[in-house]
């Protein structure tokens, strides 16, 4: 447990604002652009691999899931019907904006991969689709991790060495998870690898973020929205969802029942982290203590 | 592009591209003469057709507004103290301290860098301001700010803040708060000769014995560069919710992408994995 931390403040307000962004939109389109990015590389090496089905269920899953997190993105603004100005300019020092136009790319090509699969129509232009959705997915996956570390919300910011990572491993698991639900047998097997590898880095990654592991300043205090309150508790939750997932894929081999039901607990772990992560950073800017109490052991320090 | 995304920057606005751009012009609040009458955060509502912000008291002293916000872009704290100083003023001594508080115009203003629209720009006087024909509302200037400023107004969906009255500047006119201050707690002038006139002020208080007396935002080398709105203050800046020691969020932007990409490889490298070995 942090000791209870002494700071000055103005009556105890927040010095931050509390980030506008909200659930279920934001940690869904966190859970849906990964998903879609990890489906589409999935998809990709299936179909090099020759295995037909997990190829078209990756495929599907990658436009679908794109399809809802820009849905989810658009829905968040503000002025939704403003949508396209994310692309009137390209600005490499904003996060969202190389997001925007990744987005942008991966579902067109998404798009084109699903449909010419769907319908046989060009199968060499929908390969070739397939196989660049593959490059821009695990962009597309880990970029929020930027997106939401580029910001002055302390346990965001601190945790940007961790965060693309964590959504890397989570969103390896859900779109293993949509495989191996959809595509039972030999055929599924690189899926349930997939979920199985993931979890693991998802895991690992939650442990480091919720420890505070590599982080420069007060890294106890910076961690702590992970550690405690809605946050705390829906990481727990998401950490004994995504191990059962694993575990259960692991020892159900085949078993069709086995694979959903450990799809749908990978799934649920991935959308407890999701979720408890805006919540962290809700927490960190709410309370001024997280961004006093660093800040002035810096200045004391120097 | 040396400094362009943290560091000290000379040319603010030749940077963003101005040629030949006028003198770089700023808010100095020296909080010291300020008198708590709010006749800025009204000249402000005023000059820009804000909307009001209530007429309640937040519960803590005389503050209505409690902090910067979508419709608040000059607050004024009043921080109520006992017998905080040492320097004797009899039993019982207390104090109150009152600041004008305003966008700082950052030199790195994490706000303008992350907005992916371009709505955020810096103007040839070397401040930021929101277009707000092209803001969509992303919000993601909101969680950018290291000081707590910009905000989105819920009702319209489009984030505000403070744009140094803008229109005002380019017509050789001071800010409107500037302009109704009867103290001169606000003054608007070139960056530069507000940071003389706020040393030897600081001087000043010093030799008067206000051993409490420091600038805050006037230092090119600090976090963001320096503000264009700086202040001088009677008490640490978390007093009057300021962050101590703010620094602009993509200092660490290289490094990020940096993680992301090794994330990405992560991800690839494992799903290439998880298709090794026989059908």
Known sequence: MVPRAEFGSYYGRPILKRPRWKAPHMPGYLYFGGLSGAAATMAAMADATGRRRLSLTGRLTALTAAAAGSALLIDELGRPERFLHMLRVFKPTSPMSVGSWVLAAHGGLTGAAAASAVTGIAPRLGRAAGAGAALTGPVLATYTGVLIADTAVPAWHEGYRHLPLLFAGSALASAGAVGMAAVPGREGAPARRMVVLGAGLELAAAGMLERGKGMREEPELVSEPYRIGRAGALLRYGRALTAAGAAGTLVAGRSRTAAVMSALAVTGGALCTRFAVLYAGHASAEDPKYTVVPQRARVTRA | ?279
């Open chain 2, 1 to 279: 592009m040396t400094n362009s995304l943290f560091g000290p920057l000379h040319d603010v606005a030749e940077e963003a591209g101005y040629a030949d751009p006028p003198e770089r012009a700023g808010f100095f609040t020296d909080t010291s003469v300020c008198i708590g009458c709010k006749a800025c955060e009204v000249a402000c509502k005023e000059w820009n057709a804000i909307p009001e912000d209530g007429y309640a008291l937040t519960g803590m002293s005389y503050d209505n507004t409690g902090a910067l916000g979508a419709s608040t872009w000059r607050h004024v704290a009043f921080i109520e103290q006992s017998a905080p100083r040492e320097v004797d003023q009899g039993d019982g001594a207390s104090r109150w301290l009152m600041a004008s508080d305003v966008c700082k115009h950052c030199t790195h203003a994490a706000c303008l860098d992350v907005c992916p629209t371009g709505a955020l720009f810096r103007t040839e006087f070397a401040t930021v301001v929101v277009q707000q024909d092209i803001c969509n509302g992303c919000a993601y200037c909101v969680s950018a700010c290291p000081y707590g400023v910009i905000d989105r107004r819920e009702d319209d969906g489009r984030a505000w803040k403070c744009t140094m009255c803008y229109d005002r500047l380019g017509d050789g006119m001071e800010p409107a708060c500037a302009k109704a201050c009867p103290t001169d707690s606000i003054q608007y002038g070139p960056l530069d000769e507000l940071r003389e006139r706020a040393r030897e002020r600081l001087g000043d208080l010093h030799d008067q014995g206000v051993t409490e007396a420091r600038l805050y935002g006037e230092d090119e080398n600090d976090g963001v560069g320096g503000d264009g709105a700086f202040f001088l203050l009677l008490d640490e800046p978390e007093t009057y919710g300021l962050p101590p020691d703010p620094v602009v969020t993509t200092r660490d932007l290289p490094a990020m992408w940096k993680w992301a990409g090794g994330a990405a490889a992560a991800l690839a490298g494992c799903v290439a994995v998880s298709f090794l070995g026989r059908r």
